[in-house]
Nanobody, 122 residues
Framework: QMQLVESGGGLVQPGGSLRLSCSTSGFTLSDYSITWFRQAPGKEREGVSCISRNSATKKYADSVKGRFTISRDATTSYLDMNGLKPEDAATYLC?????????????????WGRGTQVTVSS
C-alpha cells in the first residue's frame, strides 16, 4: 500500500530554518509528482510547492518563493524552509499525483501523509 510519512517539523524562531521530509513506500515515487501543502487553524489548505517527475518543473506559492526549496530523490521529497515567518506556522503535508504534472490541487492527489507541525514563534 502507498505510504507517505512527513517528518522534520518543530518549533523554530522567526528567521530560522527547517528541513521537512516526505518519506514514501509501497509505490514507485518516480512515477508521481509531489506537492507540499499546509493548513493553519482557521485557514484554507494551500499548496506551497510542487515538483514534477524528473524534477523538470518546480513551482512555489508566491508567499514562499525565494525562501523555500523543494527537491526529491528516489523515495523522498524534501522541503527546505528558510527565513521562516510566523505566518508559515501550519501543519505541512505531502501528496503525490500520478496524472498531474505539478499542481496545487489537493483533490487530484492519489495519496498523502498525515502531516508534520511547524511552529514559528519567539
Amino acid at each position: 500500500q502507498m505510504q507517505l510519512v512527513e517528518s522534520g517539523g518543530g518549533l523554530v524562531q522567526p528567521g530560522g530554518s527547517l528541513r521537512l521530509s516526505c518519506s514514501t513506500s509501497g509505490f514507485t515515487l518516480s512515477d508521481y509528482s509531489i506537492t507540499w501543502f499546509r493548513q493553519a487553524p482557521g485557514k484554507e489548505r494551500e499548496g506551497v510547492s510542487c515538483i514534477s517527475r524528473n524534477s523538470a518543473t518546480k513551482k512555489y506559492a508566491d508567499s514562499v518563493k525565494g525562501r523555500f526549496t523543494i527537491s526529491r530523490d528516489a523515495t523522498t521529497s524534501y522541503l527546505d524552509m528558510n527565513g521562516l515567518k510566523p505566518e508559515d506556522a501550519a501543519t505541512y503535508l505531502c501528496g503525490v499525483s500520478l496524472h498531474y504534472w505539478c499542481e496545487f490541487q489537493f483533490s487530484v492527489m492519489d495519496s498523502w501523509g498525515r502531516g508534520t507541525q511547524v511552529t514559528v514563534s519567539s
